[in-house]
């Protein structure tokens, strides 16, 4: 297989076959690739599969928004060139938007986006916020620890009104939307029983989000991820399947 059809079948079985109009989060550590796959992979797997279909109009955008300078330029090219495709195919259509600071996330989410869709700017198809949580994290981090429950209480409203305003763009006008979340460290590569308070933000990100998965380190294949289907509205959940990272991407490990 290529790695549009490896792709294709990696959607197809953690996620479903058709992802417009719902919102997926992915909770992963560093390095497990959750960047690679809803930066690269997926927006230029989308964007060759509406091309084929000759359902890509001149106004449709893939909207990459990237909050901790982690999409590397040269991986990106190189995906695309898995894909066989250039750069210079999917610039018209493959939009990014490095966010600086958590006001220019939530004026970008809340007002820019909403307004782009309002005047017919642009048609947006896919949009990804990775990671969604990473300014409020430093936020903490940098903060004294006196002061710190007053900048959680103050913020995390906020991140809770975008992921709000995600999941009605989502519905509203048939986005595929993808979040990408970091867990708590003591919970990096383990799954918690209570998953839902081991990553840093609102509980609205779990709750409107359609399709949750947990990405970590395999015990049971080497040099593989886990990912793990926590939530899923459109089938049985939970469930698991083991992935790997190669030159696209990453890709399903057969079973054994």
């Known amino acids: 297989m290529n790695a549009y059809e490896y792709t294709q079948e990696l959607v197809k079985t ?20 959750k960047t690679t796959l809803t930066c690269m992979q997926l927006p230029i797997y989308f964007y060759k599969q509406l091309k084929n279909t000759g359902t890509l109009g001149e106004k449709d955008v893939l909207l990459i928004m990237n909050t901790d300078k982690s999409l590397l330029n040269q991986r990106f090219l190189e995906i695309c060139r898995a894909f066989e495709l250039n750069y210079s195919d999917v610039r018209a259509n493959i939009k990014f938007i490095n966010l600086k600071d958590f006001d220019d996330q939530h004026s970008t989410i809340v007002y820019k986006i909403p307004e782009m869709i309002r005047k017919n700017q642009y048609n947006i198809r896919y949009l990804v916020v990775d990671p969604f949580n990473h300014f409020l994290r430093r936020i903490f981090a940098e903060t004294k620890p006196e002061y710190r429950l007053n900048v959680v209480g103050r913020l995390t409203p906020k991140l809770e009104h975008q992921m709000n305003i995600l999941s009605d763009l989502a519905r509203d006008y048939n986005v595929m939307v993808f979040c990408t979340i970091l867990p708590k460290k003591q919970y990096a590569n383990t799954i918690p029983q209570a998953w839902q308070n081991a990553y840093f933000g609102p509980l609205e990100v779990a709750h409107l989000s359609d399709i949750v998965t947990w990405f970590n380190i395999s015990k049971q294949h080497e040099n ?33």
Request: with cysteine.
């Open 14 to 33: 953690i996620f479903n076959d058709n992802l417009e109009g719902l919102v997926t989060t992915i909770i992963a550590p560093s390095g497990l690739g």
């Open 224 to 256: 593989s991820i886990e990912a793990r289907v926590l939530k899923h509205r459109l089938k049985p959940t939970p469930s698991s399947k083991h992935v790997q990272l190669c030159e696209f991407g990453l890709k399903l490990v057969a079973e054994r």
